[in-house]
């Protein structure tokens, strides 16, 4: 990875992490676990939507057409923490998606992560296994509806993917990590680090960082610090690593960075992330910025968000402006209601048959934490 004249090269840092991680593992007994050490919990998540405009979901005139309006069961996902012994979890997420069914080409049933921790303090814990990739506010909880006031993360920023552009980080990576939380002296911000080394991306669709198809291994990492009270969060994030585009372009390399921010107090927020993304010679750069403000129950939100899939193609931008509410209707019980205006440049190329090029988008959600 080139940063400004240094290059670090990712593959050789692997087996460094990997010797590290086995040589920080407790040596004893293996036992099972039992109910105690187990911990589940969950959420599900009912969705609506409908569009103003023709809006294919998956690319065919076969396909169902959003501006039909429907449910459908988003989540219904599950999670596990498991005790091992003092400082040894494993940590897992299963997620079925779209009410999966054998027969869907939508549904899904995904493991978001499964992975294994050891815990030395707050300030250095290690992880292997499957994660998903750590990148500014929503990169690990963008599944996660009950943990945001929206139906959806920033859809530009997060599933850049599905507005003409490319995501700006892989969903998921498989490999080591190392992550803590400390202050530099007492009553200095909490400075938050996660740093990794995995496969990246590969020209798999289904689970990218299952394997990789080149040499060079991906490696990123994400640093930000919160006030006392977490009133103030800011933070950066870096990714670098080789994607596969087929059989004979094997090593396109892939850099990102991008920077977050958030503030919160006495019941108002604002939050922004802005990312650049490039992958051979094509760059793109998206943004948003959003406020909300919590009274008793209600909470409405305003969101502008903006896609540039490539910095050299003039008018190919995708731009959305939401409004919603958010209703707790209990502590683990929400109702999200979110009106999208969608506006796409003429030269951004349709990803969907059919698709109208401006198009409003009603959505709502009912999700209940459990």
């Known amino acids: 990875m080139n940063i400004g004249n240094q290059t670090v090269k990712a593959a050789s840092a692997a087996p460094i992490l990997a010797i590290l991680f086995a040589l920080l593992l407790p040596i004893g007994k293996a036992e099972g676990a039992t109910f105690d050490s187990i911990k589940l919990y969950g959420y599900f998540d009912l969705g609506y939507s409908q569009t103003t405009g023709a809006k294919y979901s998956v690319g065919g005139q076969d396909d169902p057409n959003q501006e039909n309006g ?34 869907s080409d939508a549904a899904s049933l995904v493991m978001e992560y499964g992975f294994a921790e050891y815990v030395i303090n707050d300030a250095l814990k290690f992880r292997g296994g499957k994660m998903l990739t750590p990148i500014g506010i929503f990169g ?27 995501m700006v980080t892989p969903k ?19 400075l938050e680090y996660v740093a990794y080394v ?37 933070g950066i994030s870096v990714f670098q690593g080789d994607k596969a585009i087929s059989q004979t372009r094997m090593r396109y390399s892939h850099t990102s960075y991008g920077g977050h921010a958030s503030v919160t107090y006495d019941g108002f927020n604002m939050m922004a992330e802005y990312a650049k993304s490039k992958i051979d010679t094509v760059t793109e750069s998206t943004w948003y910025v959003q406020a909300s403000m919590r009274i008793w129950i209600v909470a409405p939100y305003v969101r502008y968000q903006r896609l540039e899939p490539n910095n050299n193609v003039t008018d190919d931008g995708w731009a959305v402006m939401a409004g919603g509410v958010n209703f707790m209707l209990t502590d683990a019980l929400f109702l999200k209601v979110e009106w999208d205006e969608n506006r796409r440049g003429k030269n951004n190329e349709s990803l969907f048959s059919g698709e109208d090029r401006n198009y409003g988008e009603l959505l709502a959600s009912l999700t209940m934490m459990f």
């Open 198 to 234: 995995g496969n990246g991306e590969s020209r798999f669709t289904t689970n990218e960082s299952e394997q990789d198809d080149n040499p060079n291994k991906a490696i990123g990492g994400r640093l930000q610090f919160s006030t006392a009270g977490e009133i103030l969060h800011m």
């Open 140 to 166: 690990e909880i963008h599944d996660a509806t009950p943990a945001y006031l929206s139906v959806s993360p920033p859809e530009t920023f997060y599933r850049a993917k599905l507005k003409g552009g490319h």
């Open 70 to 103: 429907s449910f459908d069961l988003r989540h219904m996902n599950i999670l596990t923490d498991i005790t091992v012994s003092q400082s040894l979890f494993v940590k897992t997420h299963i997620e079925f998606e779209h009410g999966i069914h054998p027969s």
């Open 172 to 190: 998921w990576t498989t490999g080591l990590a190392v992550l803590g939380t400390f202050s530099i002296y007492p009553g200095a911000p909490d």
